[in-house]
């Protein structure tokens, strides 16, 4: 059989990242003060740059030698930690304990499931050992609100710890956890059955009052700066903001722009570079912000009655929804995402703790409002119901789930199944 050389010509579509694409990526995925010191060491580099003097503001704390030589960290782990010492903890319990502070977001609250924590300690101890760690030592620790697994939880860890009447304490447990409520004011109508009208009020007052991001503010010496502001109006909306006081901003210098570009003068090829990226950074920084303001305002629309306290549940947002609403990409709102804050009535909060996945696909449901139903379904139920008897009567209003589902669920708010109940 010969063999014979044969030329041929074929189209094909190929997508490459180019070195000022890949670096638009890289600014998206900052957070504040990362920005803010990039911009810095850049004006410092690039001769093209300079801060517009009229519209200069302190950037504080941006220079990273200032942290760098700053004494050593007293972070929230360490400050967790130390309150360990003073309890009497058996070994295996304070060995959960240290493994369930270190897993804690920057916030304080917990995000990893229990069964995650259980799988990180090599299964040594069960899920029931780490839950009550969780709940009876963690919990119970200072700043109030640590350890929670959601804002709802932590506002109830801080109600319980500011020692409120058991009036107090029943009328927030309605508020917060009853599913039948979606807002204040639905709670409010139906508890002033029961309770008196100015204790309900004093009940929402406080739990409007509760800190969502006990961890930060602990923590200032991580110095948080959320890139934008929430700002209630009269008109029970809000307005949300790209905050300009600390942020550096900054300009061509002019006249040497005009140096380089007078053919009298023979500016060299790495000069006009200099130029050229210079010019690019200002659009990638005002780009960035400007997608940064309009994933934040979109969430914060979205999350507007839990922002601005007509309600105390989060709704289902997912960072696909976010995308297809601002014409962008899933993974560009994933980046904008990363270490992003807001600054809200209740303290600061990270944009992405205001997002919550539906469990369901028929109907948008949180995790939160999933194990609402099923405490409230077996609170409720004549006979001991099993998981697909739930499931069955879940599925029969639409939320189309499976069994494994319901179990999963159950064993998060810590309720036995039906053979143990």
Request: glycine share 2%; proline share 3%; charged share 30%.
């Amino acid at each position: 059989m010969a063999i014979k050389l044969v030329r041929e010509f074929k189209q094909s579509q190929q997508l490459s990242i180019t070195p000022q694409l890949k670096k638009s990526i890289d600014l998206l995925q900052l957070s504040r003060l990362e920005i803010i010191n990039k911009i810095n060491n850049e004006i410092e580099e690039n001769p093209f740059l300079k801060k517009d003097e009229e519209n200069i503001s302190d950037s504080g704390f941006d220079d990273m030698e200032i942290l760098e030589n700053l004494a050593g960290t007293h972070t929230l782990q360490t400050h967790l930690e130390e309150q360990l010492e003073d309890l009497r903890l058996g070994a295996a319990e304070k060995k959960i304990a240290i493994t369930i502070i270190q897993s804690l977001e920057e916030n304080g609250l917990l995000q990893l499931d229990i069964d995650e924590i259980e799988e990180m300690m090599k299964f040594e101890h069960s899920n029931d050992e780490i839950n009550s760690v969780l709940e009876n030592v963690i919990q119970n620790l200072d700043p109030a609100g640590i350890g929670a697994r959601n804002f709802k939880e932590t506002i109830h860890i801080q109600l319980r710890k500011k020692e409120i009447t058991q009036d107090e304490l029943d009328v927030a447990n309605h508020i917060l956890f009853n599913p039948e409520f979606s807002n204040f004011e639905d709670a409010k109508t139906d508890l002033a059955l029961k309770f008196p009208e100015k204790l309900i009020d004093e009940v929402l007052e406080k739990i409007k009052k509760c800190d969502l991001s006990p961890g930060l503010e602990f923590e200032s010496i991580n110095l948080i700066q959320p890139d934008l502001e929430i700002i209630p109006n009269n008109d029970h909306d809000l307005d949300v903001k790209f905050r300009i006081n600390n942020f550096p901003l900054i300009t061509i210098d002019k006249e040497l722009e005009e140096l380089v570009k007078d053919k009298k003068n023979k500016a060299n090829q790495e000069l006009k570079e200099k130029m050229g990226d210079a010019k690019w950074l200002i659009r990638a920084i005002n780009r960035r912000n400007e997608t940064v303001q309009n994933v934040g305002t979109l969430i914060c629309k979205m999350q507007s009655d839990f922002l601005l306290n007509i309600s105390s549940e989060l709704k289902p947002i997912t960072n696909i929804e976010i995308a297809k609403e601002l014409k962008i990409s899933a993974s560009t709102v994933s980046r904008i995402l990363r270490s992003k804050y807001i600054q809200t009535p209740k303290g600061a909060v990270s944009m992405k703790s205001l997002l919550a996945n539906s469990v369901s696909k028929t109907r948008k449901v949180t995790p939160i409002q999933l194990m609402e139903e099923i405490q409230k379904i077996i609170a409720d139920e004549p006979r001991k119901l099993s998981d697909q008897k739930i499931s069955d009567m879940l599925n029969m209003r639409g939320y189309n789930l499976a069994r494994r589902t319901i179990a999963k669920y159950r064993k998060k708010v810590n309720i036995p199944s039906s053979r143990n109940r």
